[in-house]
């Protein structure tokens, strides 16, 4: 049996698939089986497939049913010891499993073995990078003021932690992700590797630029952590609000700058204020804000782009911003 299980849920990802899985068939480590799990595809992302020939991969059809499911679908074939997520549009570093399977045997009270995240556009051009947090230990409260995976394509988990926690809440269409790695840091220790590892690819027809039904599940998340464990301290729920925002605010300004994503902004960006007003000094990260915000509802959305464009190019050349 492979000792690694990666699952991919591929809804309608045909243009991004095929890298995705040679970014997992060219990992230093070879000992690990593909499951790629079409939730109900109509375009051309089983073609693309199959013409991937390689022993390790195995495809498995289902009617569309959202990415909670379809995970809890690859769960149900995995044979592995150990699980990681990879989405249809992301990529991982040739070192990751490598270096996660590595952490995670050499840390035998951890079941979660996670690494450090950059943001790429549809080109796979570098972005920014991600928060690069390290955190060992019990993270539960961490983990809970933000989330510092920051993706559902990051961690490596023993199979045997899904046994505890169970699987994927279904009734979670956003944020399902954060809510299971909260389930697994109140039952279990992580390990970080401080590698940035995970390539997180910022694309306009991505589920995650919903950031109405993003913050919504968000607040179900929250709701179900404090119901479960009450934050510790009083100033605790302030900041966990005051870093969703902030992460809302980002999310909100990532790809196509559009009118109605500009106002969103605006509310969001009021929220991570309201909460916590040390936001306000990051000079740099706030100019690039609130010139988002500015070109986003104020200009035409052709013009807009064009600048964000040339923004994203000077960005790409110089030190980038850390959120």
């Known amino acids: 049996m492979p000792i690694i299980s990666v699952i991919i849920p591929a809804y309608n990802a045909e243009k991004t698939i095929k890298?995705?899985?040679?970014?997992?068939?060219?990992?230093?480590v070879t000992d690990f089986e593909v499951l790629v799990i079409n939730d109900?595809?109509?375009?051309?992302?089983?073609?693309?497939i199959a013409g991937i020939k390689d022993e390790r991969l195995r495809v498995f059809s289902y009617p569309h049913a959202g990415v909670a499911t379809t995970r809890n679908r690859g769960l149900a074939h995995a044979v592995?010891?150990?699980?990681?997520?990879?989405?249809?549009?992301?990529?991982?570093?040739?070192d990751?499993?490598?270096a996660q399977l590595k952490a995670l045997q050499e840390n035998p009270q951890a079941a979660v073995a996670y690494s450090w995240t950059d943001w790429i556009d549809e080109l796979r051009q570098f972005l920014r990078a991600g928060g690069y947090i390290t955190e060992n230990g019990q993270v539960y409260e961490k983990l809970l003021v933000r989330d510092f995976i920051e993706s559902g394509s990051n961690p490596l988990i023993r199979a045997e932690a899904f046994q505890s926690v169970g699987k994927f809440d279904e009734s979670l269409e956003f944020s399902e992700d954060w809510d299971m790695w909260l389930r697994l840091a109140a039952c279990y220790e992580f390990v970080a590797v401080p590698s940035a590892q995970i390539l997180y690819r910022i694309s306009p027809n991505?589920?995650?630029f919903n950031v109405w039904k993003m913050e919504a599940g968000s607040l179900r998340v929250l709701e179900k952590a404090w119901a479960q464990a009450p934050p510790t301290t009083p100033n605790l729920k302030r900041k966990i609000l005051a870093n969703r925002y902030q992460y809302l605010t980002l999310k909100a300004l990532d790809g196509q700058l559009e009118r109605c994503k500009g106002f969103v902004a605006i509310r969001f960006f009021g929220q991570a204020i309201i909460h916590d007003l040390t936001w306000l000094r990051r000079g740099?990260?706030?100019?690039?804000?609130?010139?988002k915000i500015g070109l986003a509802t104020l200009l035409p959305r052709e013009q807009a782009?064009?600048?964000?464009?040339?923004?994203?190019?000077?960005?790409?050349?110089?030190?980038s911003v850390k959120i």
């Open 80 to 94: 592995g010891e150990y699980i990681s997520f990879l989405d249809a549009d992301d990529l991982w570093t040739p």
């Open 284 to 291: 740099k990260l706030m100019g690039i804000i609130l010139l």
């Open 96 to 98: 990751k499993l490598e």
């Open 206 to 208: 991505s589920a995650s």
């Open 19 to 28: 890298e995705t899985i040679e970014s997992v068939l060219n990992q230093t």
């Open 40 to 48: 109900g595809s109509t375009d051309g992302t089983l073609d693309v």
């Open 305 to 319: 782009q064009g600048i964000r464009k040339r923004l994203q190019s000077f960005r790409s050349k110089h030190a």
